[in-house]
C-alpha cells in the first residue's frame, strides 16, 4: 500500500515527508495505523549515522495507533484494537527464553539493520529500496508494520496519542529505576541528567518511596520540573561540583545512581558519588567510541556495581500497561513531559527537542 512517511535522506539533515510503498503484513505481521509517535533521542543518533541503519531510512519507534489487519498466524491482537509499538526482539534465544528480551541475542539486528530478519525491507520508494521495519515498526509513517512480539495492547480509555513514548523513552526512564535497578523504599537515588528518560526515572523513584531523590542537569528550569515530579534535591553542575554536593546530602553517598546523559564525564561522576554496594545505571546511546573509565580502588573496594541497561529491562506487555495505570491513578503525570507537533511539522519537533525547548515531542501521523 503506498503511505506518508517522514524519510531520513542524510545525516543531519530534516526529514522530508513522502510517498513510500508499504508491503502487507505477513504471517506474525500487524498493520497498524499510526495515529501518533513519539521522537526519541535514539531516532536522531541513527539519522546522525551513529548507529548502523543505512539512509535512506523511515525511522521512529514510539508508535501508537490501532491495528488495520493482522496476518493469519497472529492472536495477540485484532483490528481495532488499541496499540503501542516497542522495541523487536526474536522471542527464541537465551534472553527472550528468559523474559529479557531487552537483552535478546539479535537486538542490533533486529532494531537497527533496516530489514526484515531476510535481509529485505518492507518499504521502498519506485522500486528502490528504503530502511524500514526500523525497531520492528519504521513508525514515522501513516502506517506502520509490526510484530506480535513488538505490538502491545493498551487501555482504550485513555488518549492513544499520548502513549507511544511509553514504549521507549519513558520505560526506559521508569524501568530502569523499577525493574533493573529495583529502587528501595526509603533509599538514596540520584538521576544524572532530566530529559523525558532522566524525569521518568524520578517519578517513578518517588513511586517506589526513595526518600532521598536528586535530580542533576544544568538547565534550571527542567530541574524545577523534576521537583515538581518527585525530585527531593536538585544541583546543578555548572554551577556546583555535583560529587561533593551528592555527599553533603546523602552524608555517605547514593545508594542508586542512574546516569541518562551517557557522557563518560558524568558516568565517571556518578560512580565516585556512589556509597558503598551502590550501584549505577547506565543507558544511553553513545556512539561506537565511547569509553568510560573510573577508579579501579574506589570501586572495588566499596563493592560498587555498574549495570549497563536498555529499555528499562521492561517486559512490555506487562509494565506498559501498568505505567498507564500508575498514570490514570495520578501517581506517573508523564503528560506533563509531552508536547504534540502536526507530521508536517516533523523537523520543527525535532529541532525543538535538540534546542532543549520540548521535553518529549510527539508527533500525530494520522
Ligand atoms: C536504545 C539505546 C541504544 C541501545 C539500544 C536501545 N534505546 C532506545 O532508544
Ligand atoms: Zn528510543
Redesign the pocket.
Known sequence: MQVKAAVARSQGQPFSIEQVELDAPREKEVLVKVLATGV???DLVVRDGL?PTPLPAVLG?EGAGIVEQVGAGVTKVKPGDHVVMT?NSCGTCPSCEHHDNSYCHD?FPL?FFGTRPDGVSPISQNGESVSGNFFGQSSFATHSLCNELNVVKVQDDIDLALLGPLA??IQ?GAGSIMNALQVKSGSTVAVFGTGSVGLSAIMAADICAATTIIAIDMNDERLELAEELGATHTINPSKVNSTEEIMKITGYGLQYALDTTGIPAVIRGAIESLAPKGTCGI?G?SGPDAEISFNETHFMSGGRRLMGI??GESNPDTFIPELIRLHQAGRFPFDKLVTFYEMDQINQAIEDSEAGKTIKPIVKMS
Open positions: 526519541c533521542h535514539t548507529l519507534h522495541f537486538f532494531n521507549c523513552g526506559t543507558l546511546a536498555v529499555e
